[in-house]
């Protein structure tokens, strides 16, 4: 499985950024991605998540309302367009099927900072 996040970067608080994911080598297609986020010495926490066939999509309360997912099933690619950004969303970001597998990306660094 290779799980290749981008789009991670500085940006002032009410900042957007638009994450990519590609992920590839999964052995059964996965019904539902999700983005992740974890800070030192905290939880890998989802925050967002798309189940392909019926299209539904779930955030985290902390995001919804700013954040919203979307991809393309056949090319198993994500993305994550983040607005309205705050500093409590500094964090590394991963993308990885729903329930997660044990193999994670590099993750893209999202920091939030004047």
């Known amino acids: 499985v290779q799980l290749v996040e981008s789009g991670g970067g500085l940006v002032q608080p009410g900042g957007s950024l638009r994450l990519s994911c590609a992920a590839s080598?999964?052995?059964?297609?996965?019904?539902?991605m999700g983005w992740f986020r974890q800070t030192p010495g905290k939880e890998r926490d989802l925050v967002a998540a798309?189940?392909?066939?019926?299209?539904?999509?779930y955030y985290a309360p902390p995001v919804k309302g700013r954040f919203t997912i979307s991809g393309d099933s056949l090319k198993n690619t994500v993305f994550l367009q983040m607005n309205s950004l705050q500093p409590e969303d500094t964090a590394v970001y991963y993308c990885?099927?729903?329930?997660?597998?044990?193999?994670w990306g590099q993750g893209t660094q999202v920091t939030v900072s004047l």
């Open positions: 080598g999964f052995i059964d297609s996965p019904k539902v």
């Open positions: 990885n099927r729903n329930p997660p597998t044990d193999l």
């Open positions: 798309i189940h392909w066939s019926i299209g539904s999509t």
